[in-house]
């Protein structure tokens, strides 16, 4: 592979440096997964639903930091946007780990998690920066195959370090990440951003920027079809490990089961890679949904008709949603992106806020349903799939009468 326009870094080392940036976010959460029971008898006295709290709050904090950390990085530049969002990220990581109360905790992951919309949102500018159309779509693509192997491994990571030191100590584990992803992105990577191409900072020009996005038919359907996938990741996250604990009684392997999904979830961003430039990415996103809503419908009816081997099929249909994601959200993102490569920092913030906000906000309510069975959560993955087909469907003909 070829090196990034003006970098000195390989094109392999950028994706992989690309991805582990955007696995900010998701370490953050997934390591904690393990630690709800434990959280919940220290600490959170109303149960394993309020101590997953420290979920949610730092899902708020990312959502309302990223919206500003795109603009910010428009005006001042790539770079100084990551040091800042990863010092804010540390401090964050810090103050949760000495709280003595689940109050002060929520609101340090919420600091956490403003400092990890940096270089969360920062890693999709520059991707836009350095490359568009199908081969950004590629790039997302490779992005987040790596992105996926760390949710494959952050559960069991924090079921070790919890074993071997209780469950504060996954904290210091965050400054340690965060202080590689800070030397490796400060070393090898150079400004993308030339000065004479910043927008300066002013709410005039970040009010025009999101006009122009919602006003873009492709675009505003796009953000609208991303945020109900990440609804989708947001349910399984909130309700996986009560199905493999109260369902399936397999809470202590609960880890092992959620790495294996997640690695092998990961063949689709490479399918998606090699795909997306013969077939397009609205085309791809189509055909993944199609494919959640045949498997859904039909794991509905397995459970209807009391079939046997639950266990197995609700194995393959999780392993087919993180399937799916591989196969929509970069190409989502890169449909969104593609027209607004003039405000790429904007862009980028306003797709990560309003589909990480809004998906938290309409999964949250999705965990009351849970029954002791996976149907609620499998019939509301088929109800979304089928709504974000008939939106892609909507896009289709936009861009026709485009």
Same mark, same amino acid.
């Given at each position: ?69 795109? %603009? ?121 951003? %030339? ?143 593609? %027209? ?33 069975? %996976? ?28």
């Amino acid at each position: 592979m070829t090196k990034p326009e003006g970098q000195k870094i390989s094109k392999v080392e950028f994706i992989a440096l690309m991805a582990l940036m955007f696995a900010t976010v998701a370490f953050s959460i997934d390591a904690m997964l393990p630690s709800l029971p434990q959280i919940a008898q220290d600490i959170a006295h109303e149960g394993v639903a309020q101590a997953a709290l420290v979920i949610t709050f730092f899902v708020i904090g990312m959502g309302a930091g990223t919206f500003f950390a795109g %603009p910010l990085s428009d005006a001042f530049g790539r770079k100084p946007l990551v040091y800042v969002g990863l010092a804010i990220y540390a401090l964050g990581a810090v103050l949760s780990w000495i709280a003595p109360t689940l109050e002060l905790m929520l609101a340090a992951r919420v600091l956490q998690g403003v400092g990890a919309a940096g270089p969360r949102i920062v890693s999709a500018a520059i991707i836009r920066d350095l490359y568009s159309g199908r081969t950004m779509a590629s790039i997302l693509s490779l992005t987040m195959m790596v992105f996926l192997l760390v949710p494959a491994v952050a559960p069991l990571v924090g079921s070790l370090i919890m074993e071997a030191f209780g469950w504060r100590a996954i904290f210091p584990t965050f400054l340690i990440f965060g202080a590689i992803v800070l030397v490796w992105f400060g070393t090898r990577i150079t400004e993308t951003l %030339p000065t004479d191409k910043r927008r300066p900072l002013r709410w005039s020009l970040m009010w025009d920027a999101v006009r122009q996005m919602f006003a873009n038919p492709t675009v505003r359907l796009s953000i609208f079809v991303q945020t109900l996938m990440l609804m989708i990741l947001f349910c399984v996250l909130m309700m996986v490990q009560p199905i493999f604990d109260v369902t399936f009684e397999r809470a202590d392997s609960f880890p092992i089961w959620f790495g294996a999904i997640a690695m092998l979830s990961g063949v689709s961003s490479l399918l998606n890679a090699t795909m997306v430039g013969r077939y397009g990415m609205r085309r791809l996103v189509t055909w993944a949904l199609s494919a959640q809503v045949f498997v859904s419908a039909v794991f509905v009816l397995w459970m209807l008709a009391d079939l046997p081997h639950l266990f197995a099929f609700y194995i393959f249909w999780q392993w087919g949603v993180m399937f799916q994601g591989g196969l929509t959200v970069a190409n989502l993102n890169a449909i969104a992106m593609e %027209p607004m490569g003039h405000i790429a920092g904007m862009a980028a913030s306003v797709i990560g806020a309003v589909s990480t906000i809004l998906g938290a906000a309409l999964a949250s309510p999705i965990g009351l349903l849970f029954d002791g069975t %996976p149907m609620p959560l499998v019939s509301v993955v088929l109800f979304v799939c089928l709504l974000a087909s008939v939106l892609m469907q909507s896009m289709r003909r936009a861009e026709v009468a485009g």
